[in-house]
């Protein structure tokens, strides 16, 4: 199989969506561009000596069908099957379904002099070796995008009956097996969950790459939002407009045009993400986790721990509720697909074969193919860099529920705490910047700002002068022995006051500096919160130490509303799920490179404080 070009592929920035499309009512010939180019039309298909932009090895049709829902959506996919492929011979389906996939370009017009179909998973396409391999590949356009009709409904219903429509769709086709597989990244990896969800006969595997597991968590955080909660909405409004290839079929080009006019379907997905109550039905209905419960797809997903964009939050419900075969990549990367390498040629997430064995898993469930390699079900990278295999995720060897105690802060966003941060003389730093929150699901900043220099280390300082300011801390013990951190961290609390919180927990060296590996924010009324925090897989070394912060918004990238009030915390408490390292069971992969720069931009000086609790160790009985 060929290996990814890595100046080609290496900078990988695109929202992806596979999916399936339908056949056209009549007869039309082939349109040929100025330059050129040959047009795929649902009867005349196009290959890449016709159209450099088809793939080579694969012919490309076009076609249309309606989604599934009555509501008169009509989907568009571009389809590309194996040029050699025999008259009434038939293959699997490979599906992608998604916003990305128009012609002029995935996120905004591209620099092409002619039509043709999207090129978002060449490297996928290429990697696998697809079409010799005996597969067809099929990218469907979601409502709204590229050449279907109808109305954006960011993870709802309505894209929902878009997905099943095409499952349906790409089973039923003269050339198809009836055997589909799913394929994405990011809103494509959405959309895989989603199949996943609807539990249909002819989905027989799903591979989704740093999906959003709860749609609410990626714009709001238990009640604060973030920075994007407008600006995704904006992004995903202008992906719809884009104007599309002027030589394209006059029927792509009519749907492409819906929104001009239908501006109500504008207006009405900008509505949906200014919705705040995670409990209203917007929201519930786009709650993948919860869906998940009994599906039982085949089910293959990467999750960076530390990445800034699709976090892993609610990971751990989303696979809890799934009981069919699950396979893993988890680790220490930022955005990116399996298969990515950096600018100086290193693998992303540092682990080999993404192409080898993702082909192998589609094999094993679209053709009984059994795998010539015996696959963990899980490869985890944790903190230290190091890769190890086990049979699911997360493995606990002892759950622990840890007093963190009383403690109260001022919810002012920071304010009291950046006092005395500058030098005599100089201005107290402002306020935290905010990015522009202008972004899609593939398109994030990956890191927030850093924490202003003496931070941490001076509230801590001011707590044990008995101030009371922005936050507060508690210390463990130091470890006596290596232990992990892993699946999702909960705290809970009683609360005197309302306003925000926001938790984060820190990996305290013995030379004081500190990593911040996980943090969550809420809003928060006088009572009783549980929080959960982001899924994580973090390594506390032999002497070092966990601190918590438990306080106001300081930190990160959210739009939160300081209250100003004092918050007396009473009852603290945190729950982990501990794992001992001593037991792992390696398997090949290197560092990946995002977590060296994770670590530069998150370690902090915060030397420990007067211990309150222990973190016990670990070891299998």
Known sequence: MKRRRATTWAASSLVAALALTGTLTGPVAAAQDRAGAVVATATDPVTHAENDRVPEGSVWTQSYFPSSDDSGTELHADVLLPEALAKKKRV????????????????????????????????????????????AFVMVDLRGFGGSTGCLDWGGPGEQADVKAAVDWAAKQPWSTGAVGMYGKSYDAVTGLIGNNLDQRALKAVVAQEPVWDMYQYIYSNGVPRPNVTG???????????????????????????????????????AGYRIADQRDKHWTSRDLARMAKRTDTPLFVTQGFIENNTKPEEMQEYLGNHQGPERGWLGQWDHVRGGDVTGDGRLAMGREGWYEETLSFYDQYLKGIKPKVDYPA????????????????????????????????????????????????????????????????????????????????????????????????????????????????????????GGNVMVKLYDVAPDGTAVMFDEQVSLLDTGKLTVDLKATDWTLASGHVLAVEIGSIQTGSWR????????????????????????????????????????????????????????PTTGRH
């Open 232 to 270: 995704t909405a904006n992004a995903y409004n202008s992906i719809a407009t884009t104007d599309q290839m002027a030589d394209d079929d006059p029927r792509y080009l009519a749907n492409s045009r819906w929104e001009e006019t239908h501006p109500e379907c504008l207006t009405e997905n900008s």
């Open 92 to 135: 699997p389906v490979i599906l992608s379904i998604g916003p990305y996939f128009g012609h002029s370009g995935q996120t905004g017009p591209e620099d092409w002099t002619h039509t043709g179909p999207s090129n978002r998973f060449q490297d996928f396409i290429e990697g696998t070796d697809l079409f010799d391999e005996g597969y």
């Open 560 to 615: 939160d509303t300081p209250s100003g009030e004092t918050i007396k915390v009473k009852n603290a408490r945190l729950e982990l799920a501990l794992d001992g390292p001593a037991d792992d069971r390696p398997t090949a992969g290197a560092r990946s490179p995002f977590l060296d720069t994770y670590l530069r931009q998150y370690t902090v000086d915060l030397p420990a404080g007067p211990a309150s609790f222990t973190v």
């Open 378 to 497: 899980y490869s985890v990278q944790d903190s230290t860099g190091t890769w190890r295999a086990q049979k699911t995720w997360p493995v606990v060897e002892r759950p622990v529920t840890l007093p963190l105690g009383d403690g109260s802060y001022v919810d002012d966003g920071g304010a009291s705490a950046r006092v005395g941060l500058a030098p005599s003389g100089e201005a107290t730093p402002g306020p935290r910047q905010q990015p522009s929150g202008e972004w899609d699901m593939e398109n994030a900043p990956a890191l927030d700002p850093a924490a202003p220099k003496g931070l941490a280390e001076g509230q801590a300082k001011r707590q044990k002068a008995g101030e009371i300011t922005s936050s507060f801390f508690v210390w463990s013990k130091p470890v006596k022995r290596a232990v992990r951190v892993t699946g999702t961290p909960q705290v809970s609390l009683t609360a005197k006051g």
